[in-house]
């Protein structure tokens, strides 16, 4: 017996934002397969589990079962690259999207750079639907997009813009992404952070600003360091350390004033991961894996990010 879905709709039942569901199904975390009409398809039971693990009552109920029509279409939803007069398109995540993208112009007066040396979401979209890859990962469209995903939020078609943009963005080669992106994912595998910041510079930084702390107004305050056991792990953008340190006193003091039980990692402390940003998943994956290793490391039981 199957269910059938919307991701916006799953989205709302769970309390969550649309592009977890999707990431969900893209991981196999979720395991729903696209079917007719722009909606998913899965197994009454996963369903059942998934409401199980989020501890709700189902909204909906067996008898609520799709039709045989919409079950052979769950069977033909792999997608094969788009072709259109023999171009093929290795960019363009589903190729319904020629047929949904209606350029209504929702996602064009939400994007806060629409305009921006003539950036435009639908023509990225149209773009990508004609095969148009070579222009589109040449163009600096991608770089100057925020990924803020302020498009696909206010899209009533669903398209997934955000996942195209990062698309594109990941099949540019890595010598040819810009500069400081470029050089601040180098940075960060090879130093631990995106600006290359010494660990024992950053260690004397965190014990300097923790006496300033307790000087000024938490006495007994003493930076929390590779603390095993704390209850949060908190990351940082290498940006306050390099250049507005006192901005790490904020949060500080929100922990000392909850009596919070919380660390900082002497190592791979980069909570930004512009691998994410960059399209580059092998950094992206080797990034995240630090943080959880100092999970793992710590025992912390929440992760902070800084983003």
Not at 222 to 229: E, F
Not at 248 to 270: D, H, P, Q, R, V
């Amino acid at each position: 017996m199957m269910y059938e879905f919307k991701v916006s709709e799953l989205a709302e039942e769970f309390g969550v934002h649309r592009n977890t569901i999707r990431n969900w199904i893209n991981a196999g975390t979720l395991p729903a397969k696209e079917g007719p009409g722009r909606k998913y398809l899965m197994k009454f039971h996963d369903y059942q589990k998934l409401c199980d693990k989020f501890g709700r009552e189902p909204h909906v109920h067996p008898s609520n079962h799709v039709s045989p029509k919409a079950l052979g279409a769950l069977e033909e939803t792999d997608k094969e690259p788009l072709y259109i007069k023999g171009i093929r398109s290795e960019i363009a995540v589903d190729p319904s999207w020629g047929d949904s993208c209606l350029t209504c112009g929702s996602c064009a007066s939400a994007c806060p750079i629409s305009g921006v040396d003539g950036l435009d979401p639908r023509k990225i979209v149209r773009m990508a639907v004609l095969g148009m890859d070579k222009e589109l990962v040449a163009s600096n469209w991608p770089w100057k997009c925020t990924m803020c995903g302020k498009c696909e939020e206010s899209c009533p078609a669903n398209i997934q813009i955000t996942a195209l943009m990062r698309k594109i963005r990941g099949t540019r080669k890595r010598s040819e992404v810009p500069g400081p992106i470029h050089k601040g994912v180098t940075m960060c595998l090879e130093r631990g952070n995106n600006l290359g910041i010494p660990k024992d510079d950053f260690v004397f930084l965190c014990e300097d600003l923790g006496e300033e702390l307790a000087e000024d107004c938490c006495p007994g305050f003493k930076t929390p360091i590779d603390v095993h056991g704390a209850r949060v792990l908190v990351t940082v953008n290498s940006k306050e350390p390099f250049a507005e340190p006192d901005d790490m006193k904020w949060w500080w003091k929100i922990f000392y004033a909850a009596g919070e039980s919380w660390t900082l990692s002497s190592e791979n402390w980069e909570g930004v991961n512009w691998g994410l940003f960059s399209g580059d998943d092998e950094a992206m994956k080797t990034v995240v894996g630090r943080i959880v290793d100092n999970m793992r490391r710590l025992n912390c039981q929440v992760l902070l990010l800084p983003e």
